[in-house]
């Protein structure tokens, strides 16, 4: 092989990386803006964090006190808490770059399904997120503050507190996503509908062992309250993954015939 063989197949590797830089300046510039106009907010955004406390007896109570341990942290968790926003805010024109890099290697039918890939994740993110919001946190976080009915008073740190929110709820963000990854790993060829209709047992204990983490309450009800909409959403993965099968290839015609 020649030198100039080998600069002519080394110039596409370079190219692929000189795109894949310039979508990662231009997701990080999204972030940043996103990040901004959250941090506008960030008073609010804190108080609702602090929604869930409602569903304590003690908090109602105004046994519980929220308070910060450090002269940084208010300015720290102001940022956390925009940072996570602004992602939010962001996350659909970043999945627009992810769409518009892995695009040049789709067929041309394939490429027409960028806007419901990125409008797809979008709303399952969020939607997770909302679901973990309204429906999860208030019986988690009162169940955990009345764990003892009083005997003492809890001092939340607010640092600890909203990273533990923040945490669940980008998790329930994600668990969300299981549909369109499937059809991602389908497209790609990784998985497929049989694959993910056969392992429906282990994904069964995977999400059951799951919502039993995320939901440290002793009654089933909290936490068939997460498994149940997470094993639907594997069985939608398995759907989307049937639907968005590769086709099979062609069989070669024998020779001589």
């Not at 409602?54 to 109570?61: C, D, F, N, P, T």
Request: aromatic content about 12%.
């Amino acid at each position: 092989m020649t030198q100039g063989d080998s600069t002519l197949k080394s110039a596409p590797l370079f190219d692929h990386l000189d795109e894949l830089r310039k979508r990662l300046i231009i997701s990080v510039i999204f972030l940043a803006i996103g990040l901004v106009i959250a941090f506008q907010y960030r008073v609010a955004l804190i108080e609702a964090i602090k929604v869930p406390l409602l569903g304590s007896e003690q908090y109602r109570m105004n046994k519980v006190e929220v308070v910060t341990q450090a002269l940084t942290d208010q300015f720290v968790l102001s940022l956390n808490i925009s940072f996570w926003a602004g992602f939010a805010l962001a996350l659909p024109f970043i999945l627009g770059q992810i769409w518009g890099f892995i695009a040049p290697g789709l067929y041309p039918q394939e490429r027409r399904w960028a806007l419901p890939f990125v409008i797809g994740a979008g709303f399952a993110f969020l939607c997770g997120a909302l679901f973990g919001y309204y429906l999860v946190l208030p019986t988690m976080v009162g169940f955990l503050l009345d764990f003892l009915a009083g005997t003492v008073t809890p001092l939340l740190n607010l640092r600890d507190y909203i990273g533990t929110i923040t945490t669940f709820l980008i998790a329930f963000g994600l668990a969300f996503e299981m549909p369109i990854l499937a059809v991602i790993l389908t497209r790609i060829g990784l998985v497929n509908h049989g694959i993910l209709r056969r392992s429906w047992r282990i994904a069964l204990i995977v999400i059951m062992l799951f919502a039993a983490i995320i939901t440290p309450t002793p009654d089933p009800t909290s936490m068939l309250m997460v498994a149940v909409p997470l094993y639907v959403l594997y069985e939608l993965g398995v759907l989307l993954s049937h639907f968005f099968r590769l086709p099979p290839p062609e069989e070669s015609p024998a020779l001589g015939l």
